[in-house]
């Protein structure tokens, strides 16, 4: 089983409307890919490497201008917007298991990066953000005199 | 409730357009080539595959492998004039409707 929204003509709205909020509902209890406020959340994977972290976020449809990355305090933040095309005819009947609005995650990063060196690169709907470790954190081997 | 298989199936939306339907696919790391389209008596198929990056992963939500999701097509759909493009993780199939399926005025005479 998968979800589906079922987007409706405006004139068919009310039970099915009904119906969808009760989609939602329960859509919001078993996944967690889109929050009650209509927020949705990206799928993240991040690689720890020795001089680097790779953060990896699936944003498929995302323009890059609408993405904004910050490093505070340790803290990454990635915010963005996915825009729907609104074409709002009444014959325009579709049906959408993609989530549409504004995202946002953040981590805290638990080594320390160098805020300065921190590369993004969008390919193929992934967001790529390269963290380098700044020097001092990197592990390295102490020779025994 | 059984939990939902969320991430295995890209999520897809059909749409109508003013010549028929797009089939939009979200496939975010996927390239070009792994992905294949057919369409077999009227029914279009879309396979891919969304490869892992090498490396440990210490924390991972995204999922990886081979996908395969079919849709049966309208008879009115021009099954030669179908287009799909690829661009920013996202596929989108042309599916135009036959000259004949559109609608049309008649003259009275």
């Known amino acids: 089983m998968f979800s589906t929204i079922t987007h409706e003509p405006k004139h068919n709205r009310g039970v099915l409307n009904l119906r969808n909020e009760m989609d939602r509902m329960f859509r919001s209890f078993y996944d967690d890919h889109e929050t009650p406020n209509g927020h949705w959340t990206p799928s993240v994977d991040i690689v720890d490497e020795k001089d680097k972290l790779t953060l990896t976020a699936e944003i498929p449809g995302v323009d890059k201008n609408d993405v904004k990355i910050n490093l505070q305090n340790n803290i990454l933040n990635i915010e963005g917007e996915k825009k729907q095309e609104l074409e709002e005819k009444d014959d325009n009947y579709y049906r959408s298991e993609r989530y549409y609005g504004k995202f946002c995650r953040s981590f805290t990063l638990s080594s320390e990066v160098d805020s300065e060196k921190i590369q993004a690169d969008f390919d193929n709907g992934v967001l790529v953000v390269t963290l380098p470790k700044s020097e001092k954190v990197q592990s390295r081997q102490i020779e025994i005199k | ?109």
């Open chain 2, 1 to 109: 409730m059984t939990a939902y298989c969320k991430t295995c199936l890209p999520p897809a939306e059909i749409k109508q357009t003013d010549n028929g339907f797009n089939i939009i696919m979200e496939l975010p790391g996927s390239s070009h080539d792994d992905i294949k389209i057919w369409q077999e008596k009227g029914i279009l198929t879309i396979t891919g595959e969304k490869k892992a990056p090498s490396g440990e992963r210490v924390f991972s939500e995204r999922v990886f492998g081979k996908f395969t999701r079919s849709f049966r097509l309208s008879e009115d759909a021009d099954l030669d004039r179908i287009e799909a493009n690829y661009s920013d993780g996202v596929i989108i199939v042309e599916i135009p409707e036959k000259e004949s399926a559109k609608p049309r005025n008649i003259t009275i005479k």
